[in-house]
T-cell receptor, first 117, second 111 residues
Framework: AQSVTQLGSHVSVSEGALVLLRCNYS??????LFWYVQYPNQGLQLLLK??????LVKGINGFEAEFKKSETSFHLTKPSAHMSDAAEYFC???????????????FGQGTELSVKP | EPEVTQTPSHQVTQMGQEVILRCVPI?????FYWYRQILGQKVEFLVS????????KSEIFDDQFSVERPDGSNFTLKIRSTKLEDSAMYFC?????????FGPGTRLTVT
């Protein structure tokens, strides 16, 4: 069975500081990995995805994540936080869309990012 | 840019009543999903749907739940007899390749 663990339910950074949100996964098959962002009272927006190509993945809004198989990690980073980055971030894993099976996302608990001025 | 839409945005119902949550997936997508998020908790998979049938469902998706694609554009989630613990945000998603696109959600409140 697949699972995702996000370390830290709340992360607070100062504006301009590095953002690091941690995600570790467990999967018996090569995983597809995703980061989603959820702004208050809104749906889930895809930030970036890893689907077995380049291990360093760049996403929207200056975010990137690196897939490290040896560490079963997919941490999300951004060099310089902006006030507008304050939101809830979810890491998710999938077995990948194999035909008509699979593709469901298993989510972590989420990390709420606060950005201080 | 195409998007997934959901109606209503907020539904209040009494315990024991039936509710139908509606979703319009992106038009060329073939795979459809429902997820739910209880307040303060993580997003949980409920069911996936492909080629007019359920392809996978979670243990949450019991006999009280059903899904349907009645007309080739809508994708609905029905809860036959709502319980207090069904109160949650329900998200619909659709995909064609690797990415799932989520709708804005329906907040269901069961009183």
């Amino acid at each position: 069975a697949q699972s995702v663990t996000q370390l830290g339910s709340h992360v607070s950074v100062s504006e301009g500081a590095l953002v690091l949100l941690r995600c570790n996964y467990s999967s018996s098959v090569p995983p597809y990995l995703f980061w989603y962002v959820q702004y208050p009272n809104q749906g889930l927006q895809l930030l970036l995805k890893y689907t077995s190509a380049a291990t360093l993945v760049k996403g929207i809004n200056g975010f990137e994540a690196e897939f490290k198989k040896s560490e079963t990690s997919f941490h999300l980073t951004k060099p310089s936080a902006h006030m507008s980055d304050a939101a809830e971030y979810f890491c998710a894993v999938s077995e990948g869309p194999q035909g008509n099976q699979g593709g469901k996302l298993i989510f972590g608990q989420g990390t709420e990012l606060s950005v201080k001025p | 840019e195409p998007e997934v839409t959901q109606t209503p945005s907020h539904q209040v119902t009494q315990m024991g009543q039936e509710v139908i949550l509606r979703c319009v997936p992106i038009s060329n997508h073939l795979y459809f999903y429902w997820y739910r998020q209880i307040l303060g908790q993580k997003v949980e998979f409920l069911v996936s749907f492909y080629n007019n049938e359920i392809s996978e469902k979670s243990e949450i998706f019991d006999d009280q739940f059903s899904v349907e694609r009645p007309d080739g554009s809508n994708f609905t989630l029905k809860i036959r007899s709502t319980k207090l613990e069904d109160s949650a945000m329900y998200f619909c998603a659709s995909r064609n390749n690797y990415e799932q696109y989520f709708g804005p959600g329906t907040r269901l409140t069961v009183t």
